[in-house]
C-alpha cells in the first residue's frame, strides 16, 4: 500500500513540475514526463517481483505450458507500452504519431500471438 | 444443479420399475446370454460382472454400478480441474488489462491472445470429448443389436410374431438412424460450433455471433425432431397404453429435463411414453436397462463434471477478464452439454426400445 | 529508477524553463533555442540509459 501512495505523491509533483516547467519550454516539460512515467512504471515493476514468483508457482503446479502463456504475457505489455507512448505523443499535439503508435503494437501484438496461431493449426491438423 | 438430479433419480426412476414380480418364463433356452454379455464394452462388464439376463437379483449388479462411479469420481474431478486451473491463468493473465480500457476505438489484442491461448489448452479437451460421445453411442447401439433380437425372439415364441418382427425392426432402426444423424451431422456441427465460438469471441464480430446462436439451434432442432419422431411411432404404435401411471411419468419428466440443452424439450415426450408402459416384470428387460447405466455410467460422468467446472469457470472469468473471454469458456461448456444431450438421446431411446418390446413378450 | 533522479531532472528542466523565459525576453532567441537544446540532450541521455535498464529488467523478471 505504501508504494501506491509513494507512487500517487510522485505522480503528483511531477504534474505540478511538468506544469511549471511549460511555461517556459513545452519540449523539456514533455521529456520529464516522461522520465516521470517511466520511474512510477519501474517502482510498481519492483512491487512485482513477489507476484511473479506466485504466478511462476501457479504455471509449475498447472502444468500450463510456457509457449501459450508467454505470448498473452507478452500482448498485455505491448498493450500498456503502446497506450502509454501513444498518449505522451497526444500530449504533444501528434495524433498522427500516436495512431502510427497504436498501429504497431496492435500488429506487433498479432506477431508475437502468431506462435499460438501455429500451435492451434497444429492441433486442428492431427484433428483432422 | 439439474445434473445431481439426473443422476440420483436414474437409479431411482430404475428401482420404481423393477417393483413386482420377476417372472422367468420359458424364454431361457431362446436367450444367448454369453451373447448379450459379451457386446457390453469392457467397463461395464467389469460393473456387470455375471450378472445375466436371466437373474432375478439385480442388486448385486446395481451396487458395483454405484460403487464404480463413486470411485472413478474423484479421478474425473481432479482431471478436470487441472484443464480449469490452467484456463483460469490466462484468464488471469488478461485481467491485468481488461480493466484499463486501453482499446477504446481500436482492436483488442490481449483478448485475441487470450481467447487462442484458452482455445490452445481446451481444444484437445473438446475432441476427446466429442470422440468419446460418439463412441458411448457406438456402444448402445452394439448393445442394443446384441439384445433386441433376442428380445424379439423371445416375444415371438410367447406368441405376438408379426409385431414383434415389426417393433425390433423400427426401433432397430432409429437406433441406427440416432447414430448416423450423431456422426454424420451433430458431432461435425459441434466442431463448427468450436470454431465458430473461437472466431466469434476472439475477434468480437457480431455476425459471428449470430453464427453461433444459429449453430446451436440447429443442433437442439435435429436432436428434437428425432426424439418426436421416436415418440410419435411409439404411440402410434400402440405400445403406449391407455392407463396413466402419474408418479412413474413424474419422476421421468423430472429426470430428464435435467439434461442440459435438450432436457426441456424431450421431457414431455418421455413422460407420455412412460405413463402407458407400466412396469417392466421381465428380467431380460431389467438386465437391459442395467447394462445401459453400465455404458453410459462412466462417460456421462466425465461429461457432467466438465460441463459444470467450465461453466463455474466462465462465471468466475466474467467479472475480472471481460465479457468475451468468458463467452469462449462458456461456448466450451455448451459443447459438452449438447455432446451430454445426445448421449442422453441414445439411452433414452435404448430404454424405449426395451419397454416396447417387453410390453409385447408379458402381454 | 531512483525518485531522486527525477528531482535531478525537475531541476534541469526548470533551469532551462527560466532560462528560456529570460533569454526570450531579453531578446535572444537563438541563445534560447540553444539552451533547450542542450537541456533535452543532457536528460534524454540519462532517461533513455534508465529505460533500458528498466525494460532488461522486466524482460529478465518476466522470463520474455
Known amino acids: 500500500m505504501d508504494v501506491v501512495v509513494k507512487i500517487a505523491a510522485i505522480a503528483c509533483l511531477a504534474a505540478l513540475i511538468a506544469g511549471i516547467i511549460k511555461r517556459g519550454s513545452a519540449e523539456m516539460s514533455l521529456l520529464f514526463e516522461l522520465a516521470a512515467v517511466f520511474a512510477i512504471v519501474a517502482i510498481a515493476v519492483s512491487l512485482a517481483a513477489p507476484i511473479i514468483e506466485v504466478i511462476d508457482k501457479a504455471k509449475v503446479m498447472s502444468g500450463i505450458s510456457q509457449s501459450v502463456i508467454s505470448p498473452v504475457i507478452k500482448c498485455v505489455f505491448i498493450a500498456i507500452i503502446a497506450r502509454i507512448a501513444s498518449d505522451m505523443c497526444k500530449g504533444a499535439g501528434q495524433a498522427a504519431m500516436a495512431n502510427a503508435v497504436e498501429l504497431s503494437g496492435a500488429i506487433g501484438a498479432v506477431y508475437v500471438a502468431l506462435p499460438l496461431v501455429s500451435t492451434l493449426l497444429d492441433m486442428l491438423g492431427d484433428l483432422l | 444443479m439439474r445434473w445431481i438430479r439426473f443422476f440420483a433419480l436414474l437409479p431411482v426412476l430404475f428401482c420404481f420399475f423393477c417393483t413386482g414380480a420377476f417372472a422367468v418364463s420359458s424364454l431361457e433356452d431362446e436367450i444367448d446370454t454369453k451373447g448379450i454379455l459379451d457386446s457390453v464394452p469392457s467397463e461395464a462388464q467389469e460393473v456387470l460382472q455375471d450378472y445375466s439376463p436371466l437373474d432375478t437379483e439385480s442388486d448385486g449388479a446395481i451396487g458395483r454400478l454405484l460403487d464404480y462411479i463413486k470411485g472413478k469420481a474423484g479421478e474425473v474431478f481432479a482431471q478436470t480441474i487441472g484443464s480449469v486451473v490452467k484456463i483460469l491463468a490466462v484468464v488471469l493473465v488478461c485481467s491485468l488489462v481488461s480493466g484499463m480500457n486501453l482499446f477504446k ?76 444423424a450423431a456422426t454424420s451431422v451433430v458431432f461435425p456441427l459441434m466442431y463448427a460450433y468450436t470454431a465458430c465460438v473461437l472466431a466469434s469471441c476472439a475477434i468480437g464480430d457480431k455476425r459471428l455471433d449470430a453464427a453461433v446462436k444459429l449453430i446451436k439451434k440447429v443442433t437442439v432442432i435435429i436432436i428434437t425432431a428425432l426424439v418426436s419422431v421416436f415418440t410419435f411411432y411409439l404411440s402410434a404404435s400402440g405400445v403406449v397404453a391407455a392407463s396413466t401411471d402419474a408418479a412413474a411419468s413424474k419422476l421421468v419428466k423430472t429426470a430428464v429435463s435435467a439434461l442440459p440443452v435438450v432436457g426441456r424439450t424431450i421431457s414431455d415426450a418421455a413422460s407420455t411414453i412412460v405413463s402407458g408402459a407400466g412396469i417392466i416384470r421381465s428380467s431380460i428387460g431389467v438386465f437391459g436397462l442395467v447394462a445401459i447405466l453400465a455404458i453410459c455410467a462412466l462417460p456421462i460422468l466425465r461429461l457432467a463434471v466438465k460441463y459444470l467446472l467450465f461453466k463455474a469457470t466462465a462465471s468466475i472469468a466474467e467479472p475480472i477478464a471481460g465479457e468475451r473471454v468468458s463467452k469462449l469458456i462458456d461456448g466450451i461448456s455448451s459443447v459438452y452439454g449438447m455432446v451430454v ?23 | 529508477m531512483d525518485v531522486d533522479l527525477i528531482f535531478k531532472i525537475a531541476a534541469v528542466g526548470i533551469l532551462v524553463a527560466v532560462l528560456n523565459i529570460l533569454l526570450s525576453r531579453s531578446g535572444r532567441d537563438e541563445q534560447a533555442l540553444m539552451v533547450t537544446l542542450a537541456g533535452l540532450v543532457c536528460v534524454l541521455v540519462i532517461v533513455v540509459q534508465e529505460i533500458s535498464e528498466l525494460f532488461a529488467l522486466i524482460k529478465n523478471l518476466f522470463g520474455l
Open chain 2, 105 to 180: 476505438g481500436g482492436f483488442d489484442y490481449v483478448n485475441l491472445a487470450g481467447c487462442l491461448a484458452i482455445a490452445a489448452l481446451a481444444i484437445s479437451d473438446v475432441n476427446s470429448v466429442i470422440r468419446m460421445g460418439a463412441k458411448t453411442l457406438e456402444d448402445i447401439s452394439v448393445f442394443s443389436k446384441a439384445l433386441l433380437p433376442t428380445l424379439a425372439t423371445a416375444a415371438t415364441a410367447a406368441g405376438a410374431t408379426t409385431s414383434a418382427g415389426i417393433k425390433y425392426a423400427a426401433t432397430s432402426m432409429f437406433m441406427d438412424v440416432l447414430i448416423s
Open chain 2, 341 to 363: 444431450g445426445m448421449v442422453g438421446v441414445g439411452a433414452v431411446f435404448m430404454f424405449f426400445s426395451i419397454i416396447s418390446l417387453i410390453k409385447v413378450v408379458s402381454g
